[in-house]
């Protein structure tokens, strides 16, 4: 069954260090994408980055890298040089090239100290 | 190119009454999903529209309701309201709803149920 798991429920970085949000998933669907969002306070969820189940390549994006262990399930959010900006909470997803489905982890509460 | 637009952005409703929310896609984006978050139950998946067909639906009783329109707009209904109907509606949209395709948000509406 497709599944989701973040086990951070809230995290603290200082300021312009690096940090991992960790994320598990389960499947049997050989084809499917994986998800990061980011909500503020406001409530929008916003895209940040993507990785395909048949994807060699680690995603990057600006300070967002996305570590991809295919035969752990896991689905790591590395931000690098974090701001006071990337306070938030943290959305891990999964999406199955069957369903049309996308299912979300619990989230993971990031804040970012001065 | 303007990003997905949820109306109303607020809404008040008391027990017992029904209410429809409203979502208009990216430009060119046909899959629509629908998805309720709450602080208890977390982001759950409601449905899913492409083409004005429904597609996938989540676990939830027959008072939510939705459909989609020839122009990709899509609508929420949610009849005989109840207190745990309280929540955060978000609504995303896609291409066509494929696995490694990104879904991208509305502001959501917040809906308080009196």
């Known amino acids: 069954a497709q599944k989701i798991t973040q086990t951070q429920p809230g995290m603290f970085v200082q300021e312009k260090e690096a940090v991992t949000l960790d994320c598990t998933y389960d499947?049997?669907?050989?084809?499917?994408?994986l998800f990061w969002y980011k909500q503020p306070s406001s409530g929008e969820m916003i895209f940040l980055i993507y990785q395909g189940s048949y994807d060699q390549q680690n995603a990057t994006e600006g300070r967002y890298s996305l570590n991809f262990q295919k035969a752990r399930k896991s689905a790591n959010l590395v931000i690098s040089a974090s701001q006071l900006g990337d306070s938030a909470m943290y959305f891990c997803a999964m999406r199955e090239g069957v369903g049309f489905k996308t299912i979300f982890g619990a989230g993971t509460r990031l804040f970012v100290k001065a | 190119k303007a990003g997905v637009t949820q109306t109303p952005r607020y809404l008040i409703k008391t027990r017992g009454q029904q209410v429809t929310l409203s979502c208009s896609p990216i430009?060119?984006?046909?899959?629509v999903s629908w998805y309720q978050q709450t602080p208890g139950q977390g982001l759950q998946f409601l449905f899913e529209y492409f083409s004005e067909t429904q597609r996938n639906k989540g676990n939830f009783p027959g008072r939510f309701s939705g459909r989609q329109f020839s122009n990709s707009r899509s609508e929420m209904n949610v009849s005989t309201l109840e207190l745990g109907d309280s929540a955060l509606y978000l609504c995303?949209?896609?291409?066509?709803?494929?696995?490694?395709?990104?879904?991208?948000f509305g502001p959501g509406t917040r809906l308080l149920v009196l």
């Open positions: 499947t049997s669907d050989p084809s499917y994408g």
């Open positions: 995303a949209s896609s291409l066509g709803g494929g696995a490694r395709e990104t879904q991208y």
């Open positions: 430009s060119g984006h046909r899959s």
